[in-house]
């Protein structure tokens, strides 16, 4: 299985990068973590986050194929475990489809993302920066991945 990570924002802090490489090294060939940037609409004085939205959901729906499994991060979503995302990643397994994690850009996913995505997940109620959400989702999809095959980096 590949999951992509498709994000919003370029141009992120080495740490952020060093943070993200880190986990996703950790995964086998079978969970591989893959990040694709999508560069952030153009903004100018005059705001139009919708517009901004627009711009950014045509790039991010363009980078998922027909037959992924489309999960959107969204405040809305459902929150998850840890163990109800190893549930899920095991799902995904099963289902033999790759899938799409989706994070938008400052002002959030256009509706055309939610409407493609199968599943929405929420990560907090709080809002969490852009470049903490990729470290975060690493981590966790390694801490998932761990649970299934009954590694010790996860505590319960």
């Not at 190893?86 to 799409?100: E, I, K």
């Not at 907090?124 to 390694?142: F, K, N």
Request: charged share 20%.
């Amino acid at each position: 299985m590949k999951i992509n990570l498709v994000a919003v924002g370029t141009k992120m802090p080495t740490w952020v990068t060093q943070g993200f490489e880190e986990y996703s090294k950790r995964l086998p060939r079978e969970c591989q973590l893959q990040l694709i940037e999508v560069a952030p609409a153009k903004r100018g004085k005059n705001a139009q986050p919708e517009q901004w939205k627009k711009d950014e959901a045509t790039r991010i729906l363009n980078l998922i194929p027909d037959n992924h499994l489309v999960i959107a991060l969204e405040v809305t979503g459902k929150s998850w475990s840890t163990e109800v995302l190893s549930d899920n990643m095991q799902g995904w397994l099963s289902d033999g489809r790759d899938v799409s994690l989706l994070v938008g850009g400052p002002d959030g996913l256009d509706g055309s993302c939610l409407q493609r995505a199968d599943q929405k997940w929420s990560l907090s109620a709080m809002t969490l920066p852009h470049p903490l959400v990729r470290i975060v989702l690493a981590e966790q999809i390694y801490r998932g991945w761990t649970i299934l095959q009954n590694h010790p980096y996860h505590r319960s």
